[in-house]
């Protein structure tokens, strides 16, 4: 466990009057709701400049800002959780600022410092702590995100950059467990593409086939290998888990696949207890046979925002089998009390993944 003494490396304008008296905490939604403050770096000269952490509010754009014609932008998620009256904890930061600096390499996005990144989300946090959720389902969402800046239509890398973090209460993803639907028409990634990158193409390709997928009454698309789509990759949201025959399943990374920051501590967590694992090409076939067999035992995803959802039903070309639809499986359960209880201060840190805001 760490835990960071105050010495900040930002400018501060702080608010003049907080918006947190106008907020539910209790039932905050996801991603609608923004505290008071946000982080603003500016990226000119070919360096990052002094970062300020402001109001949060509008930035001031040109409809010919080139993110908004070629997409170049990352982000990350994570969240802050609390941990008791003079607490707040964070979560595998390390993890999440590598993720970033891999997906800014691969979109040619400068990436910041470290200290800025790690220093910018415990500043905000300690100055917005009171915007941390005290129900155990809820936490506050970190949003860290770099972007060019230059307003200019032309197609080539930016000279210029913004990176901001901004935060958000939020509730529960998923309310109930996930209805997926395989697609054999639409892909999310091919290898040499940027599946592994956390930005923004990913997901705007999957936007389509995820609003075909709720018209047919689904939740999200569970993902197939763009080549043969016979291997199972991961969902719209998160990483896909399965347990087949008391295995716990899950595909390998590749380059098409987002490596999950809650992705990895499942899997460290499940050998930490000897469970057997297997991260292997995993046949949407072999997922389906086992369904009918009633060989698959619990399916559930991972992600930030998810944590751990259970999967209750996965319809394949034009077969459906049906998982847990009440509730967690007991392993996606254990995962689930394991990791929740870490974040918040409950369970034993094993790996040593909190940081600890005293506040």
């Known amino acids: 466990m760490k835990t960071m003494n105050s010495t900040s490396l930002f400018n501060l304008v702080r608010t003049q009057q907080s918006r947190l008296p106008e907020v539910d905490l209790e039932n905050p939604g996801f991603g609608r709701i923004f505290s008071d403050h946000m982080?603003?770096?500016?990226?000119?000269?070919?360096?990052?400049?002094?970062?300020?952490?402001?109001?949060?509010?509008?930035?001031?754009?040109?409809?010919?800002?080139?993110?908004?014609?070629?997409?170049?932008?990352?982000f990350e998620g994570t969240k802050a959780y609390y941990a008791g009256d003079d607490t707040v904890n964070l979560f595998r930061l390390e993890m999440n600022y590598e993720r970033f600096c891999n997906s800014c390499e691969r979109m040619c996005i400068p990436p910041v410092d470290r200290?800025?990144?790690?220093?910018?989300?415990?500043?905000?946090?300690?100055?917005?702590?009171?915007?941390?959720?005290?129900?155990?389902?809820?936490?506050?969402?970190?949003?860290?995100?770099?972007?060019?800046?230059?307003?200019?239509?032309?197609?080539?890398?930016?000279?210029?950059?913004?990176?901001?973090?901004?935060?958000?209460?939020?509730?529960?993803?998923?309310?109930?467990p996930v209805r997926l639907i395989s697609s054999l028409k639409y892909v999310r990634a091919v290898k040499g593409g940027v599946g592994a990158a956390k930005t923004a193409a990913n997901y705007a390709a999957s936007l389509y086939p995820a609003q075909k997928a709720k018209a047919m009454g689904y939740d999200?698309?569970?993902?197939?290998?763009?080549?043969?789509?016979?291997?199972?990759?991961?969902?719209?949201t998160m990483n896909i888990f399965f347990v087949i025959d008391g295995t716990l399943v899950t595909a390998p990374l590749g380059g098409t696949i987002l490596p999950g920051v809650t992705r990895d501590s499942v899997l460290k967590l499940a050998r930490h207890w000897d469970l057997d694992v297997e991260e292997r090409p995993l046949p949407i076939d072999e997922v389906m046979k086992a369904g009918r067999e009633g060989r698959l035992q619990e399916a559930f995803g991972a992600?930030?925002?998810?944590?751990?959802?259970?999967?209750?039903?996965?319809?394949?070309?034009?077969?459906?089998?049906?998982?847990?639809?009440?509730s967690r499986g007991p392993i996606g359960k254990r995962l689930y009390d394991a990791i929740t209880g870490i974040q918040r201060g409950e369970r034993e840190d094993p790996f040593g993944w909190i940081t600890t805001i005293r506040i």
């Open 220 to 236: 999200q698309v569970l993902w197939l290998d763009a080549m043969e789509h016979r291997y199972v990759e991961e969902v719209g």
């Open 115 to 176: 200290e800025v990144f790690i220093e910018g989300i415990r500043e905000l946090v300690r100055l917005d702590h009171e915007w941390v959720p005290r129900s155990p389902e809820n936490a506050l969402y970190i949003r860290p995100l770099a972007f060019a800046f230059d307003m200019l239509i032309a197609a080539r890398v930016s000279p210029k950059y913004r990176f901001y973090i901004i935060t958000s209460p939020v509730g529960s993803y998923y309310s109930d």
């Open 39 to 74: 982080l603003e770096v500016e990226y000119q000269g070919d360096a990052w400049q002094e970062g300020t952490i402001k109001p949060y509010g509008p930035i001031q754009i040109e409809p010919s800002l080139n993110t908004l014609h070629y997409g170049q932008s990352v």
């Open 303 to 326: 992600g930030t925002a998810a944590v751990i959802a259970p999967v209750g039903l996965i319809h394949h070309d034009g077969e459906t089998v049906e998982v847990h639809e009440e």
